[in-house]
């Protein structure tokens, strides 16, 4: 199927916000660097905070999907999956244009707790612990909760570390800890 055009508008605005940041660009930086009018825009979107929420879902649509499949590529077993999540963060670090989480970007811009910007960003995050809290419970792990925000916690780090460029290998010393992790909560 075909994109339409607030598809591709989406995706556009995306890889503009992705590089350059939610409030340093403005709506005339999102026509020069989509090419797609100011009226155009508005027609789809009442507000740039409207299009902000649609790039998230896209976001969260597409990292959320990448993340699973590549955990289930790299590892059989649900305990070797939480490992693998590391492994694939390792991968998301080394592509060229890695500016780290966009979801944290976007709640530090937008730090209020009810405004909708924020509040799209924790959805995020939650759903990534209930997927992680689920392959722990099915890797028979005590405390899956605490077990997945441990991890997250730790999966958190290494992005922002990796962004930074402080450390040679982020994601390899988060799933050492995440080893470590494991170990603890074996039934």
Request: one cysteine or more; hydrophobic letters at 40%; aromatic letters at 8%.
């Amino acid at each position: 199927m075909r994109p339409t055009k607030r598809d591709e508008l989406v995706q556009r605005a995306l890889q503009a916000f992705y590089r350059n940041g939610f409030h340093a660009t403005g709506m005339d930086k999102l026509v020069a660097e989509t090419g797609i009018s100011k009226t155009s825009m508005y027609k789809h979107f009442r507000t740039k905070e409207d299009l902000i929420l649609a790039v998230l879902r896209l976001r969260d649509e597409h990292f959320r999907n990448w993340l699973y499949r590549r955990m289930e590529e790299l590892a059989d077993t649900p305990r070797q999956q939480l490992i693998a999540m590391f492994d694939a963060l390792e991968e998301w670090f080394a592509e060229p244009g890695y500016k780290g989480c966009m979801f944290i970007k976007a709640s530090s811009e937008y730090q209020g707790a009810s405004h909708p910007i924020h509040k799209q960003c924790a959805d995020h995050k939650r759903m990534l612990e209930r997927h992680i809290t689920e392959l722990a419970e099915k890797s028979g792990l005590t405390d899956p909760g605490a077990v997945a925000r441990q991890l997250l916690l730790l999966k958190e780090g290494a992005i922002v570390t990796a962004h930074l460029g402080h450390t040679d290998n982020p994601a390899q010393d988060a799933k050492a800890a995440a080893l470590r992790v494991l170990s603890t909560h074996i039934g």
